[in-house]
């Protein structure tokens, strides 16, 4: 397991140590703010952000009505097509949150600690989880970040 990284500056950019892998677990633990209308967790697959390196999960929970948690992805400097995920919504402003996301060979999984939450979001990048990956976060909120292999 790799050292936690505590109250990093927002927006976060960080190597994901090893890379990301089948079995590999991120997990992030934050806080948001209290007027933020969303964040947004980004797996990336490297650490540049203009021009953006291909991002392989984007992750975004939008507290504005209607509540709902984005998935999508970019690849060469294209947005994919969004999906969203709104009846159960685990997320309130200004509360903590704890979200293990796992790398499987052909989706990531996420779950919200404490939450019967379980989604998917099927990998879109056509590289796959081959050399360096980062993590970028960025929201308004105060968060630390791991990752282990399971």
Do not use: T
Not at 50 to 65: M, T
């Amino acid at each position: 397991m790799d050292v936690p990284i505590h109250n990093p500056i927002i927006p976060y950019v960080g190597a994901i140590v090893g890379g990301m892998y089948s079995g590999q677990l991120v997990r992030v633990h934050g806080v948001s703010h209290p007027m933020a209308h969303c964040f947004a967790i980004n797996l990336q697959c490297g650490p540049n952000v203009n021009p953006r390196d291909d991002v392989a999960l984007h992750l975004s929970p939008i507290f504005s009505p209607p509540p709902r948690i984005v998935r999508n992805s970019i690849q060469s400097q294209q947005w994919g097509v969004e999906e969203s995920h709104g009846p159960c919504f685990p997320f309130s402003p200004g509360q903590g949150f704890e979200i293990l996301i796992i790398a499987e060979a052909g989706c990531f999984k996420f779950q919200m600690k404490h939450k019967k939450l379980k989604k998917l979001y099927k990998h879109k990048h056509k590289k796959g989880w081959h050399g360096k990956s980062s993590s970028s976060s960025s929201s308004s909120s105060s968060s630390s970040s791991s990752s282990s292999s399971e």
